[in-house]
């Protein structure tokens, strides 16, 4: 979701217009220069859209005085933000401070709105024309403290940030979800769907005559529909044709695509092939949901079962998170679970991670173990934000880059923290400049 920074001297009445944004009672800290502020990042919505909310007081105390610590604080936001808000005290007009956030942020490549704050009365009204000198176009009277304004200055703020891909992903809201059933041939896949679908299996889309014909049926599975896509690939076929291996690693990427979650079935009594982690891999870039399901567990003994862990502890490193299933297509061994396994991979996959609690994660977290220091210099992390769900995609903001290794760290806490099981979760760094 967009960033809106809010900067402006002490005083101004910051805070109090962020609450207003943030349309709600909960006070943002004010606390002393020097001590690094709890919170720096909150949620707002505002006729149906998300965005977030920086207010950048308290950031960067800064020994060289006001106007200096003010101009950082506003080349930060120019940096970090998607649009800039700058409080100005109506009843004092613009001091030279403010004229000097206003020549910085007059090159900033963003929108950047002016709040003319404290406009409680009409009489006050008469302040807020001057504001027009700082360059930054028409000032907006508002009175944080008593709301005045405030719906106008929002829906210019909507209008200054970017509009972001909305979170649906096809398909109606609350329809079926859209399962991909993927795995090498032979596998059991047209087993395990006959299985799933037993008697009733709904073809719900054909286009016939076409290379890539594809096909999905409705299936229930504990009562509910799933829409599994695309199981025209999972029909058995002569395969006489050259490049039909081509045609198949095709069809599996398209599957995956227009799939939310992935099914990979696994030969359970048979190593694991490289092919099932390049399949793997591809899901986990594709950003989908992920669920392990090793079939023909039927045929797996004991050796068979050490044997198996042990090629999974090294094939699948990079997907710890993915449930796993032991199943049987053949005697319908565990088959009956897919239902709540898919239910908790999409569930993460659909996850937000309101920004209040990601900041209190991240600051715990980083107050423990720093980022490693990168040619003498210690890269900060400012404040996080979650960009995206489907899958949760959390974007950090930083002074400097964060090493791989750290990125990991980051990630694999912030699993233990909020989960997201079944999900991949992407992490991604905006460094300031
Ligand atoms: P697909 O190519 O992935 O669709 O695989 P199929 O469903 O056609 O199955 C390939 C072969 O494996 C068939 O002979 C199935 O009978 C067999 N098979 C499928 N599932 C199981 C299972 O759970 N246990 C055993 N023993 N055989 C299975």
Same mark, same amino acid.
């Given at each position: 979701?967009?960033?809106?920074?809010?900067?402006?001297?002490?005083?101004?009445?910051?805070?109090?217009?962020?609450?207003?944004?943030?349309?709600?009672?909960?006070?943002?800290?004010?606390?002393?220069?020097?001590? !690094?502020?709890?919170?720096? =990042?909150?949620?707002?919505?505002?006729?149906?859209?998300?965005?977030?909310?920086?207010?950048?007081?308290?950031?960067?105390?800064?020994?060289?005085?006001?106007?200096?610590?003010?101009?950082?604080? %506003?080349?930060?936001?120019?940096?970090?933000?998607?649009?800039?808000?700058?409080?100005?005290?109506?009843?004092?007009?613009?001091?030279? !401070?403010?004229?000097?956030?206003?020549?910085?942020?007059?090159?900033?490549?963003?929108?950047?709105?002016? =709040?003319?704050?404290?406009?409680?009365?009409?009489?006050?009204?008469?302040?807020?024309?001057?504001?027009?000198?700082?360059?930054?176009?028409?000032?907006?009277?508002?009175?944080?403290?008593?709301?005045?304004?405030?719906?106008?200055?929002?829906? %210019?703020?909507?209008?200054?940030?970017?509009?972001?891909?909305?979170?649906?992903?096809?398909?109606?809201?609350?329809?079926?979800?859209?399962?991909?059933?993927?795995?090498?041939?032979?596998?059991?896949?047209?087993?395990?769907?006959?299985? *799933?679908?037993?008697?009733?299996?709904?073809?719900?889309?054909?286009?016939?005559?076409?290379?890539?014909?594809?096909?999905?049926?409705?299936?229930?599975?504990?009562?509910?529909?799933?829409?599994?896509?695309?199981?025209?690939?999972?029909?058995?076929?002569?395969? !006489?044709?050259?490049?039909?291996?081509?045609?198949?690693?095709?069809?599996?990427?398209?599957?995956?695509? %227009? %799939?939310?979650?992935?099914?990979?079935?696994?030969?359970?009594?048979?190593?694991?092939?490289?092919?099932?982690?390049?399949?793997? !891999?591809?899901?986990?870039?594709?950003?989908? =949901?992920?669920? *392990? =399901?090793?079939?023909?567990?039927?045929?797996?003994?004991?050796?068979?079962?050490?044997?198996?862990?042990?090629?999974?502890?090294?094939?699948?490193?990079?997907?710890?998170?993915?449930?796993? *299933?032991?199943?049987?297509?053949?005697?319908?061994?565990?088959?009956?679970?897919?239902?709540?396994?898919?239910?908790?991979?999409?569930?993460?996959?659909?996850?937000?991670?309101?920004?209040?609690?990601?900041?209190?994660? *991240?600051?715990?977290?980083?107050?423990?173990?720093?980022?490693?220091?990168?040619?003498?210099?210690?890269?900060?992390?400012?404040?996080?934000?979650?960009?995206?769900?489907?899958?949760?995609?959390?974007?950090?903001?930083?002074?400097?880059?964060?090493?791989?290794?750290?990125?990991?760290?980051?990630?694999?806490?912030?699993?233990?923290?909020?989960?997201?099981?079944?999900?991949?979760?992407?992490?991604?760094?905006?460094?300031?400049?």
């Amino acid at each position: 979701q967009p960033v809106l920074a809010v900067v402006g001297r002490p005083n101004v009445g910051k805070s109090t217009l962020v609450n207003r944004i943030l349309g709600r009672r909960e006070a943002v800290v004010q606390d002393t220069p020097g001590v !690094t502020r709890d919170r720096v =990042a909150y949620d707002a919505l505002w006729n149906g859209r998300r965005f977030t909310v920086v207010d950048t007081g308290g950031w960067e105390p800064d020994a060289s005085g006001l106007q200096a610590a003010v101009a950082a604080q %506003a080349e930060l936001a120019m940096s970090t933000a998607d649009a800039i808000l700058l409080v100005v005290d109506a009843t004092v007009g613009a001091t030279g !401070t403010d004229d000097a956030v206003a020549k910085v942020l007059r090159r900033s490549k963003r929108p950047v709105l002016v =709040a003319a704050n404290k406009v409680d009365s009409e009489r006050a009204m008469a302040e807020v024309a001057a504001l027009w000198g700082l360059g930054l176009g028409e000032p907006f009277p508002v009175s944080a403290l008593h709301g005045r304004g405030s719906g106008d200055l929002l829906d %210019a703020i909507l209008e200054a940030l970017p509009t972001t891909p909305r979170d649906t992903f096809g398909g109606q809201p609350g329809g079926p979800r859209r399962v991909a059933l993927v795995g090498k041939p032979n596998v059991g896949k047209s087993s395990l769907l006959n299985r *799933l679908a037993g008697e009733q299996r709904v073809v719900v889309d054909s286009v016939a005559g076409t290379t890539v014909d594809p096909v999905d049926e409705l299936i229930e599975i504990e009562g509910r529909p799933w829409r599994f896509v695309d199981t025209a690939g999972l029909r058995k076929r002569v395969n !006489t044709a050259s490049g039909t291996e081509y045609y198949a690693s095709l069809r599996t990427k398209a599957a995956i695509d %227009a %799939a939310e979650v992935v099914i990979v079935l696994l030969d359970a009594s048979e190593p694991v092939t490289e092919q099932d982690l390049r399949v793997i !891999t591809q899901i986990v870039e594709a950003g989908r =949901a992920l669920v *392990l =399901a090793f079939n023909k567990w039927d045929l797996v003994d004991d050796d068979r079962r050490h044997q198996l862990e042990r090629e999974l502890d090294r094939g699948l490193v990079r997907v710890p998170w993915a449930e796993r *299933l032991n199943i049987s297509a053949r005697t319908g061994r565990a088959v009956g679970k897919f239902a709540p396994v898919l239910d908790r991979a999409l569930e993460s996959w659909d996850t937000r991670v309101p920004t209040g609690q990601l900041n209190a994660w *991240l600051n715990e977290i980083i107050a423990a173990t720093p980022p490693p220091v990168r040619g003498g210099r210690q890269p900060k992390v400012l404040f996080a934000t979650q960009a995206q769900t489907r899958p949760p995609t959390i974007v950090l903001f930083t002074t400097g880059f964060l090493e791989a290794g750290y990125r990991r760290f980051l990630e694999r806490k912030l699993r233990e923290t909020f989960g997201f099981s079944g999900s991949p979760v992407r992490l991604s760094v905006r460094v300031r400049e």
